[in-house]
């Protein structure tokens, strides 16, 4: 059986691009299992396919923004309420 891969791998705020390293768990077949950021300053974007990033200082608004932006097809918390 084979088992999870955990890599160190850098990522940049998807909002201005500085670079964090994240803690990233992909499973035997490579998909994401799981990810946290090592750096202090930055936090975790929630996604459930690639490890996202953003700056602590960013707020909500600028982050939802620029996933917008970079990732226009995209499901927004806001597709979900008018359903």
Do not use: F, W
């Amino acid at each position: 059986m084979a088992e999870n891969r955990k890599v160190v791998e850098p990522h940049g705020c998807i909002v201005c691009g500085r670079i964090y390293n994240m803690l990233v768990i992909y499973s035997p077949d490579g998909k994401l299992v799981d990810c946290t950021v090592v750096d202090a300053g930055g936090r975790r974007v929630p996604d459930p396919n690639k490890p996202l990033v953003a700056c602590n200082r960013h707020r909500e608004a600028e982050v939802e923004t620029a996933l917008t932006k970079h990732y226009p097809g995209m499901a927004q918390p806001e597709d979900e309420e008018n359903d």
